[in-house]
Each structure stands twice: as structure tokens, then as C-alpha cells.
T-cell receptor, first 113, second 114 residues
Framework: SQKIEQNSEALNIQEGKTATLTCNYT??????LQWYRQDPGRGPVFLLL?????KEKRKERLKVTFDTTLKQSLFHITASQPADSATYLC????????????FGTGTRLKVLA | DTAVSQTPKYLVTQMGNDKSIKCEQN?????MYWYKQDSKKFLKIMFS???????INETVPNRFSPKSPDKAHLNLHINSLELGDSAVYFC?????????????FGPGTRLTVT
């Protein structure tokens, strides 16, 4: 069955450093991959989408890569700030038909001041 | 203005009861979804509607019945509630069903079944 794996442990990094979050998927060939941010008690908020024919996508301090051979996406936050502390969810999807997205369980990021 | 709204925000009820959660979006989107997020934070799709038509129906007990009276609304009715139904339920919408459309999520409804 399709499986999405993200670092289950929380990631603590120092302010100003680059945070790198990993998303691995198996038994799946998504055409798209989305990243969302979720704060406690709130719904996920869309951050970035990358297509299978794109290797890298950037938005301000965010960068996402998509390696369809490794079946992996990396999510980077450069110059991290305490306000970046949240849970980040990856969601590969859009193979065909219903374009269903499957969400990973997320990685909790804490940026220390 | 809230893009995707849900009511109620909290719902505490006893086993065996029937309850409904309402969702409305004012983004003019064609597609709406219901997700369930359990205690382990796993976010799983339950249903999706496009222009009031059911297009995704995951393996969900038939005690759960979605209803879309129009494109802007998607309600979720749950019969004979069980302890395992306790979770946070999120409504979401997207412009269309295409894979490259981002989803906008509501604030969630925390359902507790005692």
C-alpha cells in the first residue's frame, strides 16, 4: 500500500540555520507533491507545490526538491526563525483520476532563539 | 473574511448519538473535502465532492454520510457515534480536482465521543 514517511521525531535547530525536512514515499508515483504547515489547533496551510518534472521550487526562504528516482522530497527553510516553529506535512498526490493527496504524519520543527 | 469555515469548533457527545458538522467556503471553489486527523496527527481523506458530485469515497464506515447542498457547502453527518470517531475533522476546498491545485483548510472540528 502507499506509504508516506516523514521524520517522526521533532527537529530542533538554532535560529538562523537551515532546516531540512525529509519526505519519503513508497508504492506510489505522484505527479505532484505539496507541502503544508500546521500550527497547533489549526488547519494545515499550503506552502509550496512541485511537479514531477520540476527538480526544485523556491518561494522566499523556502525551497523544495522532488526526486522521483529516490522517491523523496526535501523541504528547506533557510535563515530559520522562531516563527517557523510548526509541524510540516508533505502530501504527494495527483497520479490520475481523482487526484487524491495522501498526507504524511508531519515533522515538528522547533527553531530555538 | 474566513475562507473555509466549520461549525462547531468543538463537539462533545456520547456514544450512540448522531451529530453533524457543517462546512462553508467563500472562495468560489468547485471541490470540497473532508479529512480526519487522529491522535497521532495522521491526516486522512474521507470524502471529496466536485460541483456537488461525490468523487472520492475512501474506506469510511457508512455511518458517515456527506452531503453537498451546493458548491459552497459540504456537511458531514455521523450516525451512531463510536469512541473511535474521536478526532479532529477538517474541511478543505480547492479550485478544482486537478492535481496542481492547493487545498484551503478550515479550522477543524474537534469531536470527542465519551
Amino acid at each position: 500500500s502507499q506509504k508516506i514517511e516523514q521524520n517522526s521525531e521533532a527537529l530542533n535547530i538554532q535560529e538562523g540555520k537551515t532546516a531540512t525536512l525529509t519526505c519519503n514515499y513508497t508504492n506510489y508515483s505522484p505527479a505532484y507533491l505539496q507541502w503544508y504547515r500546521q500550527d497547533p489547533g489549526r488547519g494545515p496551510v499550503f506552502l509550496l507545490l512541485i511537479r514531477e518534472n520540476e527538480k526544485e521550487k523556491r518561494k522566499e526562504r523556502l525551497k523544495v526538491t522532488f526526486d522521483t528516482t529516490l522517491k523523496q522530497s526535501l523541504f528547506h527553510i533557510t535563515a530559520s526563525q522562531p516563527a517557523d516553529s510548526a509541524t510540516y506535512l508533505c502530501a504527494p498526490g495527483g497520479t490520475s483520476g481523482t487526484y487524491k493527496y495522501i498526507f504524511g504524519t508531519g515533522t515538528r520543527l522547533k527553531v530555538l532563539a | 473574511d474566513t475562507a473555509v469555515s466549520q461549525t462547531p469548533k468543538y463537539l462533545v457527545t456520547q456514544m450512540g448519538n448522531d451529530k453533524s458538522i457543517k462546512c462553508e467556503q467563500n472562495l468560489g471553489h468547485d471541490t470540497m473535502y473532508w479529512y480526519k486527523q487522529d491522535s497521532k496527527k495522521f491526516l486522512k481523506i474521507m470524502f471529496s465532492y466536485n460541483n456537488k458530485e461525490l468523487i472520492i469515497n475512501e474506506t469510511v464506515p457508512n455511518r458517515f454520510s456527506p452531503k453537498s447542498p451546493d458548491k459552497a457547502h459540504l456537511n458531514l453527518h455521523i450516525n451512531s457515534l463510536e469512541l473511535g470517531d474521536s478526532a479532529v475533522y477538517f474541511c478543505a476546498s480547492s479550485q478544482n480536482t486537478g492535481g496542481d491545485y492547493e487545498q484551503y483548510f478550515g479550522p477543524g472540528t474537534r469531536l470527542t465521543v465519551t
